[in-house]
């Protein structure tokens, strides 16, 4: 599976980005997708993750009611909606999929996840 993050950028406090993540090599729904981050110097942390037919979601309590991720699987690509960003939000945002269509118990985890981007930077400021 690959996957190309794209959407990041700098935006100022309480604005909007949309992060796109496109996906090659699988079957777009028997992939659970999600979207991870890191600030250097720390462990990624989940932020969001689908299933594979996108009726389920789980957010990191950090960000919910201000992120949603979606998926298209026609277009096999998914996406995070981020809304009211802080500065805290500042980091480098990480597409990640692992085969299955369910996350499972261990969604959040980043083990559970086998392929990712390369990353695309989030600064809010």
């Known amino acids: 599976v690959q996957l190309v993050e794209s959407g990041g950028g700098l935006v100022q406090p309480g604005g909007s980005l949309r992060l796109t993540c496109a996906h090659s090599g699988a079957t777009a729904s028997s992939v659970c997708m999600g979207w991870f981050r890191q600030a250097p110097g720390t462990e990624r942390e989940v932020v969001a993750v689908?299933?594979?037919?996108?009726?389920?979601?789980y957010y990191a309590d950090s960000v919910r009611d201000r992120f949603t991720i979606s998926r298209d699987n026609g277009k096999n690509t998914v996406y995070l909606q981020m809304n009211s960003l802080k500065p805290e939000d500042t980091d480098m945002y990480y597409c990640?999929?692992?085969?299955?269509?369910?996350?499972?118990?261990?969604?959040?985890?980043?083990?559970?996840?086998?392929?990712w981007g390369q990353g695309t930077q989030v600064t809010v400021s």
């Open positions: 689908i299933s594979g037919d996108g009726d389920n979601t």
């Open positions: 990640a999929a692992t085969n299955g269509q369910s996350c499972g118990s261990r969604w959040s985890r980043q083990y559970r996840y086998g392929y």
